[in-house]
């Protein structure tokens, strides 16, 4: 089981990025996807969800209106579009799937919760950093 997230980088405030999680080994077609982030010194928290057959998706409040989520099962990938870009956008992004999306949304909306810690599989992250 593979989760590997790329397009991270350094971008100044107010720019885009689109974040990708390219899934293998498992039936992506299946689970749930979320995005987390960790900033410096700070707990991991929930960025996004969204739904097997993309019919659902959740964001938290920080990041509604300025990302989305998607995804495509033919190519076992999930995106974030991310734009206008703060500083406090700065951190490792991951992506993590599970069987159910109301676990990975659950998590998302409640890093602290158990669900977080249950979730079937974690990406490795990649950086995203945003200078003011």
């Known amino acids: 089981v593979q989760l590997v997230e790329s397009g991270g980088g350094l971008v100044q405030a107010g720019g885009s990025l689109r974040l990708s999680c390219a899934a293998s080994?498992?039936?992506?077609?299946?689970?749930?996807i979320g995005w987390f982030r960790q900033g410096p010194g700070k707990e991991r928290e929930g960025v996004a969800c969204?739904?097997?057959?993309?019919?659902?998706?959740r964001y938290v409040d920080s990041v509604e209106g300025r990302f989305t989520i998607s995804r495509d099962n033919t190519k076992k990938t999930v995106y974030l579009q991310m734009n206008s870009l703060k500083p406090e956008d700065t951190a490792i992004y991951y992506c993590?799937?599970?069987?159910?999306?109301?676990?990975?949304?659950?998590?998302?909306?409640?890093?602290?919760?158990?669900?977080?810690?249950?979730?079937?599989?974690w990406g490795q992250g990649t950086q995203v950093t945003v200078s003011s």
């Open positions: 080994g498992f039936s992506f077609h299946n689970y749930g």
């Open positions: 969204i739904s097997s057959n993309s019919e659902y998706t």
């Open positions: 993590a799937a599970d069987a159910s999306v109301g676990k990975i949304c659950t998590a998302t909306t409640q890093p602290k919760g158990v669900a977080l810690r249950t979730v079937d599989f």
